[in-house]
């Protein structure tokens, strides 16, 4: 019977209209009614929404990964994190004195490091002698660190307080966003070229793994991004609110409508950053929509369903798998420098599994795995529910311990409100498991 709904489920073609329709209504009452449940602003409301749209972008990467090839990947933290190393290394100004200091000895450094991976392959390619490879590995790591630790030094001395890391090239921050995307894919095929012969569980161990060195790299290496100390006044696409507050003419406007001149602004960002935002989700839907209807798509879908058949039919799924592998993280890659340039910060202790890895995998598995416009459903309403539990969540527990007495339950249960966040996507998760097994909006 379950399996009965959900392929009727599927086949409707009202399903997708209605759930984003009553979606669309609950950012509209988050805008527009202020009571216990809701704010009645909309700068919260396009807040949550700009976050969500991130989300989905990022829910696509891992949807690509899963819903097409069954890839397990756990290390998404780590590819967002990648991604947000763009705007800090492409649209921030140049450090004065950083590249002085010793950035074309740090350039050197990192070819030397290239150059030794490139030799030891090349020399057990010819010989197949692994004491020649670990020579060729041992002589180009003494070689790299000779060059990279004194570079590293001079660089993070150089005026530690203000800066103390490489800077930027200072271009346009929407040049980033590709930029973002390029460095998580090269560092899934990085990745990929060693880890997509594991089986899956060994795959996902992998990858939480990566993720985790990935974060602790940026977290310790100051001359990178600064470390713990983290990255402000990263540049951003859109105006600034108090350049719209000193603009009579929008003064004038947001009188028009009604609004304040503060909170006028923060919408018009807000709305803003929504558009290039849509934009961006729209383009990667189409060509992902394109891609899972054409034989290419139909044969990762053949790939995840048996390996082995597919395998007998001459397909490389090895290849394959790193091929989906490097466009999955590469999208999630974008969505996390588009993070960057929303925030106008880079907070390596912001980077946690919980947020942007458990969290990622609900939305596609509420949403439905292998069907884009699911990720994306799945995405943004996680994400609203995400940030409402917070206020939903003391609501409904004080209404639930008013009639108790005091004492320690009632003290404990009041004290646990915060939590209630946790157990709402729990139970989320578990009653579309149940009801839904495939999802809000099933693959056809």
Known sequence: MATNRQAAASTNPWRAPILFAILAILFVLEGTVRNSMFSGSWNTSLAILNMGLLSAITALGVNMQWGYAGLFNVGVVGFLAMGALAPVLVSLPPVEGA???GGT???LALAVGVGTLAMAKLAWTRTRSGILTALVLIGGFVAYRWLFDPAVIAIEANNPARHGNIGGLGLPVLLSWVVGGVFAAAAAWAIGKVALGLRSDYLAIATLGIGEIIVAVMKNEDWLARGVKNITSIPRPVAQEVALQRNPEFVDFAASWGFPAAEAS????KLSYMSLFLVVLLVIILLAELALKSPWGRMMRAIRDNETAAEAMGKDVTRRHLQVFILGSAVVGVAGAMMVTLDGLLAPTSYNP??????????????GSGNNWGAVLGAVTIWFLWIKAEVWGPALIAMLTGPM????VKAHLL???PHMRF???GAVLL???RFAPRGLLPEK
């Open 431 to 433: 009653l579309v498991l």
């Open 266 to 269: 923060g919408i018009w960002v």
């Open 405 to 408: 007495a005091d004492g320690p």
């Open 354 to 367: 919980l947020r942007y890895t458990f969290l990622i995998w609900v939305m596609v598995i509420v949403g």
């Open 415 to 417: 004290d646990s409100a």
């Open 99 to 101: 590249w002085a200091a």
């Open 105 to 107: 000895r740090l350039l």
């Open 423 to 425: 157990i709402a996507m």
